[in-house]
């Protein structure tokens, strides 16, 4: 059989949820995290009460809206590209048109987009999203609107998301807003604002009606989903001032994460991100006992040397880092780790980059997003420290990354030949229709010939081979989960 490349870049299915009697037209588009892919599936939900319905004709749109990201110069490069099409569409086929920027670039960039280039009707930072009904009757009358105010208090838990370019199995549900951490390199905190969890209840709502409709899997996101802790409503960092029954009765990750999985012992769970400084034993221990959480982690590091995490202000060494993945590994040996990695950060040298090299090696991740540091306006890092490596040494010290992490990959890959694995069925593989594609719990790619089965089947699978990315099989039934 033909080897199955690169699985993982399958494009998304095109399943919308539309409200009958609806007119208008929303065409929105997603870019950057998975939270913003959520946020404009609560950007969805608002505007269907004002008579949008979702579509994927350009052409057709009444308003067009593009969620942003600002983490990378590339990211918002791309943005500005979309935007060019966008009114370029609207110039050539549909004047009416009105086009809007979501998200952590609307943040950032809102009076240069408005004022200085004139290139959007609205710019709604990602609080406000609320405030769309008023900011759309701003426009619809002529008039430019904007709402960039960061909220202390909004977590969108009483909207409840139309799901967008949904498979109907696999679904998102944020359960924290904003980061404290303040990472120099890293803009989310001036963009998203200060932390704040969602009410543990209105989760459980949202988990118990998406198994109601039929959906298998779902990811529990924040930016640092391993510091949510709910104790009435109010900022992470108000904790201190709680009453003493606030406290007591508080809700932490490890807390809600076994209440999820408890809450229905057939849906699978994932969650996205953990900060390594937050990540405790508690959290562990509530993966190792529960069979539905999923046996995968996704713990960015971004660098293996300890001065370039400092001046990072990552609040974790090398060596804490070292500990945290045996503690995992002690408890929970299958599990599989992924990486978010930085090359190139400002004063790094070539010691500090085979620091990151030797933790790779130490590691051996599963897989990783790895990136060439770019700097971002309005950091610590841009205002604090010069950009001064050269671009070509931060591009060969960014393959050499990459190409460790493959020899990775494909080892970690290899380790799944000869067994039977659990994989729930997700969709029509990219690269043939005559196969299904999946994932098992640690969150690898399984294809495999259709058979009788259909998406959303929780199907044992044989793993007979693979690439560096993808592992290829045979159904031997289905799992018990089914």
């Excluded at 009453?243 to 012992?265: G, I």
């Excluded at 719990?441 to 058979?451: A, H, I, M, S």
Aim: charged fraction near 30%.
């Amino acid at each position: 059989m033909e080897k199955i490349i690169d699985e993982n870049k399958q494009g998304e299915s095109l399943i919308l949820e539309q409200k009958e009697g609806n007119k208008r037209k929303l065409f929105i588009e997603s870019y950057g995290c998975q939270m913003n892919f959520s946020d404009s599936e609560i950007v969805a939900s608002i505007l269907a009460d004002q008579g949008f319905n979702t579509t994927q004709n350009l052409e057709d749109a009444d308003l067009v809206l593009v969620n942003t990201c600002s983490i990378r110069d590339k990211a918002e490069q791309t943005v500005r590209k979309r935007l060019e099409k966008y009114n370029a569409v609207k110039q050539q086929h549909n004047p009416h048109m009105k086009v809007g920027v979501l998200g952590c670039m609307a943040e950032r960039l809102k009076s240069k987009f408005l004022e200085e280039e004139k290139i959007v009707d609205l710019v709604v930072g990602p609080d406000a999203y609320k405030d769309l009904p008023n900011l759309l009757a701003e426009v619809d009358e002529g008039r430019e609107a904007i709402n960039v105010i960061l909220s202390k208090e909004e977590t969108y838990g009483d909207v409840s998301p139309v799901r967008l370019n949904t498979n109907g199995v696999t679904a998102f549900v944020s359960i924290t807003r904003g980061c404290d951490n303040m990472c120099t390199f890293c803009v989310v905190p001036f963009t998203r604002g200060r932390e704040r969890s969602r009410d543990p209840q209105s989760i459980i709502e949202e988990v118990n009606d998406l198994w109601n409709r039929g959906y298998k899997e779902i990811t529990l996101l924040g930016q640092n989903v391993d510091s949510y802790l709910w104790y009435g409503g109010g900022l992470k960092k108000d904790f201190d001032k709680a009453s003493d029954l606030q406290k007591a009765t508080a809700v932490n990750f490890a807390q809600l994460l076994a209440m999820c999985a408890e809450a229905q012992p057939k849906m699978r769970f994932r969650f996205s991100t953990s900060n390594p400084q937050d990540f405790t034993m508690d959290v562990i221990k509530t993966m190792a006992e529960h069979k539905n959480i999923c046996n995968y982690i996704h713990l960015p590091v971004q660098s293996g040397s300890n001065r370039i995490l400092k001046a990072m202000n990552r609040l974790h060494t090398r060596e804490e880092y070292i500990e945290l993945i045996d503690n995992i590994k002690g408890l929970i040996p299958d599990c599989a780790i992924s990486q978010d990695m930085i090359a190139g950060f400002p004063t790094e040298t070539e010691e500090d980059h085979q620091d990151t090299l030797s933790l790779m090696e130490y590691v051996k991740y599963d897989f990783g997003f790895m990136f060439a540091y770019s700097e971002r306006p309005g950091t610590l890092a841009e205002r604090k420290l010069e950009d001064d490596i050269p671009f070509d040494v931060k591009k060969r010290r960014l393959n050499e990354i990459i190409a460790l992490q493959q020899k990775h990959s494909l080892l970690r890959t290899k380790a799944h030949v000869g067994k039977i694995e659990e994989v729930l069925i997700e969709k029509a593989s990219k690269r043939s229709d005559a196969h299904w594609s999946g994932r098992n719990t640690q969150n690898t790619v399984v294809v495999f010939p259709k058979g009788n089965y259909k998406v959303g089947d929780f199907v044992n699978v044989k793993i007979t081979d693979c690439t560096s990315a993808t592992l290829i099989g045979e159904a031997v039934g289905y799992s018990e989960n089914n």
